[in-house]
Antibody, heavy 121, light 107 residues
Framework: EVQLVESGGGLVQPGGSLRLSCAASGFTFSDYNMNWVRQAPGKGLEWVSFITGGGSSPIYYADSVKGRFTISRDNAKNSLYLQMNSLRAEDTAVYYC?????????????WGQGTLVTVSS | DIQMTQSPSSLSASVGDRVTITCRASQSIGSSLSWYQQKPGKAPKVLIYGASSLQSGVPPRFSGSGSGTDFTLAISSLQPEDFATYYCQQSSRTPPTFGQGTELEIK
């Protein structure tokens, strides 16, 4: 069974850092492009970042997180990461890792269950 | 960025009704359009991709149509488990963007 499991969320103060992880199983992880998508409380879905299956260029970020967030992956560990620095209150959201359908960048075919990040003092 | 506009924002319907939700893109996206269903406290679920392809395991009462800038999600006969929020998403250009959502409520 294809599965994505996020972890690493929690409460962090403004200006702080957090590293999210997404553990993948049930498929050949390196064959798939991956994304992070977030959802603020009571709001809609917002794409955050993209990385190719091999982890090389291109890598993309939403303007709202560019320069503060870094996406990476370790294919040997079947894991996707999101390093979040200089966190702001508006980064408070559930963060989902999302697999791109084979051969596509952003056409999601599998979602994780999400991990909640709360930025507050 | 490509803007995705869904209508209506909310919709009340009864079990057995046929409903349609529309999604309009601010520029042509070909058939690079997906539909997702989300229930409270849960991750989104893929319903439709490529504008009209049904995701494996999704009941055939769900269907998608359209191309270019105008798209439609139809549910032929509403079931109790279909009451949820629905999102469209374009995957044609970077950044990928979502509609604001349509909340489908029980009448």
């Amino acid at each position: 069974e294809v599965q994505l499991v996020e972890s690493g969320g929690g409460l962090v103060q403004p200006g702080g850092s957090l590293r999210l992880s997404c553990a993948a199983s049930g498929f050949t992880f390196s064959d798939y492009n991956m994304n992070w998508v977030r959802q603020a409380p009571g709001k809609g879905l917002e794409w955050v970042s993209f990385i190719t299956g091999g982890g090389s260029s291109p890598i993309y970020y939403a303007d709202s997180v560019k320069g503060r967030f870094t996406i990476s992956r370790d294919n040997a560990k079947n894991s996707l990461y999101l390093q979040m620095n200089s966190l702001r209150a508006e980064d408070t959201a559930v963060y989902y890792c999302a697999r791109g359908r084979s051969g596509t960048f952003y056409q999601v075919d599998t979602w994780g269950q999400g991990t909640l990040v709360t930025v507050s003092s | 960025d490509i803007q995705m506009t869904q209508s209506p924002s909310s919709l009340s319907a009864s079990v057995g009704d046929r409903v349609t939700i529309t999604c309009r893109a601010s520029q042509s996206i070909g058939s690079s359009l997906s539909w997702y269903q989300q229930k409270p406290g849960k991750a989104p679920k893929v319903l439709i991709y490529g504008a009209s392809s049904l995701q494996s395991g999704v009941p055939p009462r769900f269907s998608g149509s359209g191309s270019g800038t105008d798209f439609t999600l139809a549910i032929s006969s509403l079931q109790p488990e279909d009451f949820a929020t629905y999102y469209c998403q374009q995957s044609s250009r970077t950044p990928p963007t979502f509609g604001q959502g349509t909340e489908l409520e029980i009448k």
